[in-house]
């Protein structure tokens, strides 16, 4: 079992900068794809972001392209979620999940992740 716990979330005004994080524990997940999802209300959960936590390998949604930038930490079993440049129409729930697949690049399908956490709110105003 892998458990993912997100953090970083909040308001913020639109221009804005938040530093999401998704804590991995359990079993390891240094093989595993680790992917970024949000979901606004009434719409479907979407890719942002995913590593492969082995190559390092990235991926990105063509909206959020030069604005997000996905890393991890080793020592910290952590996958951060750098968001500049904030827009009204990126406040969401932010999910990580992570993909037991080794295969780079991560998938963009949220069915192909194994694993979720508990999501973490960021709201920006205009």
């Known amino acids: 079992q892998v458990q993912l716990v997100e953090s970083g979330g909040g308001l913020v005004q639109a221009g804005g900068s938040l530093r999401l994080s998704c804590a991995a524990s359990?079993?390891?997940?240094?093989?595993?794809?680790i992917g970024w999802f949000r979901q606004a209300p009434g719409k479907e959960r979407t890719f942002i972001a995913g590593?492969?936590?082995?190559?390092?390998?990235?991926n990105y949604a063509d909206s959020v392209k030069g604005r997000f930038t996905i890393s991890r930490d080793n020592a910290k079993n952590t996958v951060y979620l750098q968001v500049n440049n904030l827009k009204p129409e990126d406040t969401a729930v932010y999910y990580c999940?992570?993909?037991?697949?080794?295969?780079?690049?991560?998938?963009?399908?949220?069915?192909?992740?194994?694993?979720w956490g508990q999501g973490t709110q960021v709201t920006v105003s205009s």
């Open positions: 590593i492969n936590w082995a190559s390092g390998v990235t």
């Open positions: 359990g079993r390891t997940v240094s093989t595993y794809n």
């Open positions: 999940g992570a993909d037991r697949s080794s295969i780079a690049p991560p998938s963009r399908r949220y069915l192909a992740y194994d694993y």
